[in-house]
């Protein structure tokens, strides 16, 4: 019997997804795991202040041709080291780039958010807690204030007082044999908005209702003199498929999603933000069109990026969520 359509990153059959949440629900990772034997990658900087590894694996021109996992953490780049986790377990597992009849070396890109809290704690996701993360992959994927979401915010254009929670949201969509499915962690400095262009989530005045960051900027207004403020942005985002796509064309991917995103969240890719989208292949099927995975990447992307911030708040009810059932 075929197993039921699951609406998220792991509609791709093979990827798996497993979170870490620290106890006191300000930080987290989220692995991405890929099928045995691997899978295709690239990704698009849309963002001017990333913290990344192993960013090198994923141009279309390097050497390694596939890539094992993602890792997507919080800690800023204190919690890059958590790579190191996901490294051992797939060591364990015998998977990662052949390099001798008895060694491999796993293929982990990981990117950051910054949400290392005020008081100065050394509270960062560390290489046990992404083995943990990988130790509880599957294909069910949590979302809201979890795993790499948990200590994310939105609307942090006037002040970290004035923003309002982030988080992690993932869709997925089917067309004949071709899925797919996207997963967002939402750390922005601008507003999340919806397909009507109002204000889901983002930067709220005195009075607690909403203001728009992008027109405070347009008249001026600054960010100078609030590190905090300038620093603790990023929105990070996976798109993934079963389509057979080469490495050129998953660059171009995951310029779709910084696309998709960059209508929704306002303003996105700025000096102050992260902003990075990784494209994933499987490689099983062919696609109807060039053009029809860019465009299925665009409404679950959107989706994705709305649930994230309505499940972090306590709720999914997604405007248009019956327009985003799998066909």
Known sequence: MKSPFVPALTAVSGIAVGHWTHPSGGTGCTVILSPKGGMRAAAAIRGRATGTREFDALAPRHLVPHIDAVLLTGGSAYGLGAADGVMRWLREQGRGLPVSPTQVVPIVPAAVIFDLPADGAARWPRADDAFAACEAAGTTVAEGSVGAGAGATVG?????????????????????????????????????????????????????????????????????????????????????????????????????GCDALARRITPYGTLFDGDICFALSTAEVQARSPLQVESLVADVMATALERAVRMARGTADVPGLADHTPA
């Open 156 to 256: 942090k254009v006037t002040g970290l007082e004035h923003a309002m929670k982030g988080g992690l949201g993932t869709w997925a969509v089917q067309v004949g044999d071709v899925v797919v499915s996207a997963l967002v962690v939402v750390n922005a400095l601008g507003d999340v908005r919806g397909p009507d262009g109002r204000i889901l989530a983002g930067a709220r005045g005195a009075d607690g209702k909403p203001r728009d960051g992008q027109a405070y900027l347009a008249e001026g207004g600054t960010l100078f003199g609030r590190m905090a403020q300038a620093v603790s942005n990023t929105t990070l985002a996976v798109v993934a498929t079963n389509v057979e796509i080469d490495r050129i064309g998953l660059e171009e991917l995951g310029r779709a």
